[in-house]
């Protein structure tokens, strides 16, 4: 990993893998993001959650240069895009990992066949290195070996999004987006699903952004939470972050009759509501 120029640190020192700053984003005359400010930190899971069409996937897709911004700019492990030429876009983009909501899997090629997308877009390996990489990558997300060579047709819903979590994982990425990993999962699947996430972090030492409306996923794995609101970031923070935050709607989601069924009756989360998970109660 090149440590060097990859970093910032913001004033406590910790280290900032995305940073955003006075982003904004409109498509015509709507303004669907005004001079918003991000900051992820190395190693955490960060929770993204806003009300519906507020613009979690326009700025998520906007990071990642699929939408132009109108303003400000946007550093990824310490370098700006515009800043950079081809080959050094490309070198950055191998250290990004995404897993686009439904998977997004392409469904005339394999699970092996699509896992090796990204190494045949941006390494040149022989097959059989591919391969055993693929191999390995589905290991890693808790797939059955025999996973490799079905079609995503014949996946459950689960194994899709890890399939596709392995396609994302293909290069080694530092930093991870997933855009509603959990989204149509049952229960129990979408609490695996966590699991795998937050182990993989723990081992892969991966920084993970994570776009959801699941309230447990932000209960059970987020260290941090920021919530779109007002076309920007309104809070971000830890969970009593969010209970003590003075705004009808964050307190509605945080303290609505669902997130009662996670959220000690005492309205603070305190440590250990972070790690514990309450689906299928
Ligand atoms: N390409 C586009 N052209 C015009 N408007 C767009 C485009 N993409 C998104 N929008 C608008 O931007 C707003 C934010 O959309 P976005 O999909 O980011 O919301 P979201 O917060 O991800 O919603 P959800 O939680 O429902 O997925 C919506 O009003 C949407 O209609």
């Known amino acids: 990993m090149d440590e060097q120029n990859s970093e910032t640190r913001n004033g406590e020192g910790r280290d900032v893998v995305l940073s955003a700053r006075g982003v904004t984003v409109a498509f015509g005359s709507k303004v669907v993001l005004d ?101 390995l990558k589905i290991r890693l997300v808790g797939l059955a070996a025999d996973a490799a060579d079905k079609y995503p047709s014949e996946l459950s819903g689960g194994m899709i999004k890890r399939a596709a979590l392995a396609r994302a994982l293909a290069l080694d990425p530092e930093l991870v987006f997933l855009d509603e990993p959990t989204s149509g999962l049952d229960p129990i699947g979408a609490a695996e699903f966590d699991e795998l996430i937050a182990r993989l972090r723990d081992t892969l030492g991966l920084t993970v952004y994570m776009v959801t409306h699941d309230l ?66």
């Open 35 to 135: 001079n918003l400010n991000l900051d992820i930190y190395r190693g955490e899971i960060l929770g993204f959650v806003g009300a519906s069409g507020t613009g979690k996937s326009v700025l998520m897709r906007t990071v990642l240069r699929l939408l132009p911004r109108r303003s400000g700019n946007i550093k990824i492990l310490g370098q700006d895009f515009d800043e950079l030429d081809e080959p050094q876009r490309n070198a950055l983009d191998m250290r990004l990992g995404v897993l686009f909501q439904q998977g997004a899997l392409f469904s005339s090629l394999t699970v092996k066949e699509n896992i090796q997308v990204p190494m045949r877009e941006y390494l040149d390996l022989p097959q059989s290195l591919m391969n055993e990489l693929a191999k």
């Open 216 to 281: 447990d996923s932000l209960f059970s794995v987020c260290d941090r939470i920021a919530v779109l609101g007002k076309k920007r970031v309104l809070v971000e923070g830890t969970i009593d972050d969010m209970l003590a935050y003075d705004d009808p709607w964050v307190q509605a989601y945080f303290k609505g009759k669902r997130a009662r069924s996670i959220v000690p009756q005492n309205g603070h989360a305190g440590e250990n509501s972070l790690a514990q998970d309450s689906r299928g109660k």
